[in-house]
C-alpha cells in the first residue's frame, strides 16, 4: 500500500511524521511523495494561528480534490481542537488526537477498510526521509507544556509535559545514523523543559548523545529562552552540537512580555545572548515576534522595535497577532486593529531583511563544514554544471556550482562563503 504524508506547522509535526512514515514502512507499507499515487494520506494538522486552521482545512480538501478515492486521515492541533469540524470535511475518514497520536499506525491500519492490505515488506536501507526528500531527522524528545503563555493554544492542545527517555532517543538516533543520516534535529512543544518529569535535563541529553551516539551533527529545535541549565552554552564547544539556536523571544517590551506570561524578560533574553556569543563564533540566534498583541501601545511596539534591532536575529519569524478561543490573550481588552498590526509587521519585516543581511555579511569569507542536501534542478545543461544547496553549522542557506558527476548529496565538505545572492550564499568548495 501507498502512503503520502504532510504536514503543517511546527518541528514537532515533522518529527511525528517521520516516526510515522518509519513506522508504516516497518509494517510493510511504501511512502510515496506523490497524493496522487496514495492509498492512505496521513495530514498532520497545525491551530498556531487561524490562519494555520484556515491553511489545514485547504490542504485537507485539496488533497481529497487531488485523490478522492484515498482514505485520508487527520490529526494534528487543527483537529484536536476542532475535531467535529475536521470530522465533518469532505473526505475525512478518521480523526486521531493528539492524545492519540502514538495509536495512528495502528488504527489507521486496522480500523480503515482497504481493499489491498500489503503483501511484501520494505527495501533494506530504504528509508522515509529520503524518499520524503530529507537529509536530515528530525528527532521528538518530548511533548507538552507545563506553561500557559496567554496567547498560545497550543499548549492547550498538548497536554502534559512528557519526556522520552533517554536510552530510547539514543537508540533512535544511532539508528538514523546506521541508515545514512548526518544530522538530528532534537524537537519538542517546551524542548527546555526536557526531562523536567524524568528527572534529568537537557544538558543531560545532550552531553549523552553527543558521547553515546556518533552522529555528525547534533542541532536544537525551537527552545524556550529559560530554564537552561548553568553552563548550557558550554556544551557548544563540542563542534557537533551545532551553534544556532531558535529562541522565541515574542516581543521586546517587557511589559508585553508580562501580558503574555513569558517567563524571559529583555534583560534575561539579553544575557543568554551575550553568553551564546561569547562562546562560540558566527553563533547564529533566530527568533519568533508576534506584533499586535493585545493592548500594545506605540510606546511599547517601539521599546520592543528598539529592542529586536539591539540583539540583531539572524533570522526572524513575524506573527501579526490573533486571538484564538480557549486562550486568555483572546479574552484581553484592547484588541490592536489589524491595520495598526499590518504596518508593525511590515515595520519589522523590513528590518528583519537588514539584520539577517548583516549576519551573513559577518560570515561571508568564513570557511565552514557544510552538509549539502538537495541538487538544483536547473543546473546548466551545456557546461555539465550543478547547484547543490546545503546548510553550515550556523544555519546559513548555501549553495555550489559543482560538475554534475560530482555527488555531493549527504555528505559534510567544507566551503568558503563568498557572496549572498536572494536566498541563499555562494560557496566555493574547499578540495
Ligand atoms: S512555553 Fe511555548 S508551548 Fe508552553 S505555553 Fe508558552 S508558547 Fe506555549
Not at 32 to 60: G, H, Y
Not at 85 to 101: F, P, Q, R, T
Not at 233 to 262: C, I, T, W, Y
Not at 347 to 356: E, F, K
Amino acid at each position: 500500500m501507498y502512503i503520502h504524508l504532510k504536514t503543517l506547522g511546527c518541528r514537532l509535526n515533522e518529527a511525528e511524521l517521520e516516526t510515522w512514515a518509519h513506522a508504516y514502512q516497518t509494517a510493510g507499507h511504501q511512502i510515496t511523495r506523490e497524493p496522487e499515487q496514495a492509498n492512505l494520506v496521513i495530514i498532520n494538522s497545525c491551530s498556531v494561528t487561524s490562519d494555520a486552521n484556515r491553511k489545514s482545512r485547504q490542504l485537507i480538501r485539496r488533497i481529497h480534490r487531488s485523490n478522492p478515492k484515498a482514505k485520508l486521515v487527520v490529526s494534528g492541533c487543527y483537529a484536536t481542537l476542532n475535531p467535529d469540524e475536521a470530522a465533518d470535511l469532505l473526505g475525512v475518514d478518521m480523526v486521531i488526537s493528539n492524545a492519540d497520536k502514538d495509536q495512528l499506525v495502528h488504527k489507521s491500519l486496522t480500523e480503515l477498510d482497504f481493499d489491498n492490505m500489503p503483501s511484501m515488506s520494505t527495501e533494506p536501507g530504504e528509508f522515509s526521509l529520503f524518499q520524503r526528500g530529507r537529509q536530515r531527522a528530525f528527532v521528538k524528545v518530548q511533548d507538552g507544556c507545563r506553561y500557559r503563555c496567554s496567547f498560545c493554544i497550543v499548549t492547550v492542545a498538548r497536554g502534559d509535559e512528557i519526556s522520552r527517555p533517554i536510552q530510547q532517543i539514543i537508540d533512535e538516533i544511532n539508528t538514523l545514523y546506521q541508515q545514512g543520516i548526518q544530522e538530528v534535529i532534537l524537537t519538542g512543544v517546551h524542548l527546555g523543559g526536557y526531562g523536567h518529569d524524568i528527572y534529568t535535563d537537557l544538558s543531560q541529553l545532550i552531553q549523552t548523545i553527543l558521547s553515546a551516539t556518533d552522529i555528525p551533527r547534533v542541532r536544537l529545535g525551537s527552545l524556550e529562552p529559560w530554564e537552561l541549565s548553568d553552563h548550557f552554552f558550554q556544551l557548544f564547544e563540542n563542534q557537533r552540537l551545532m551553534p544556532h539556536l531558535h529562541l522565541p523571544l515574542q516581543s521586546g517590551s517587557d511589559s508585553v512580555l508580562k501580558r503574555m506570561a513569558r517567563r524571559c524578560k529583555t534583560a534575561e533574553f539579553t544575557t543568554l545572548i551575550d553568553e551564546a556569543r561569547s562562546h562560540i563564533a558566527h553563533f547564529n540566534v533566530s527568533t519568533d515576534i508576534i506584533v499586535g498583541f493585545p493592548g500594545e501601545t506605540e510606546s511599547e511596539w517601539q521599546q520592543s522595535y528598539d529592542y529586536i534591532k539591539s540583539v540583531g536575529f539572524g533570522q526572524m519569524h513575524i506573527f501579526s497577532y490573533s486571538p484564538r478561543t480557549g486562550t486568555k490573550a483572546a479574552e484581553m481588552n484592547h484588541q490592536v486593529p489589524n491595520a495598526t498590526k499590518k504596518q508593525r509587521s511590515q515595520q519589522l519585516h523590513t528590518l528583519a531583511a537588514d539584520m539577517r543581511h548583516e549576519f551573513i555579511q559577518t560570515n561571508l569569507g568564513q570557511t565552514f563544514d557544510v552538509l549539502w542536501e538537495a541538487k538544483s534542478m536547473a543546473a546548466d545543461e551545456q557546461d555539465e554544471k550543478q547547484w547543490v544547496f546545503g546548510y553550515t553549522p550556523n544555519y546559513l542557506r548555501v549553495a555550489c556550482q559543482t560538475d554534475k558527476q560530482n555527488k555531493l548529496e549527504n555528505q559534510i565538505l567544507k566551503a568558503q562563503l563568498s557572496a549572498l545572492q536572494n536566498s541563499y550564499i555562494e560557496t566555493q568548495l574547499i578540495t
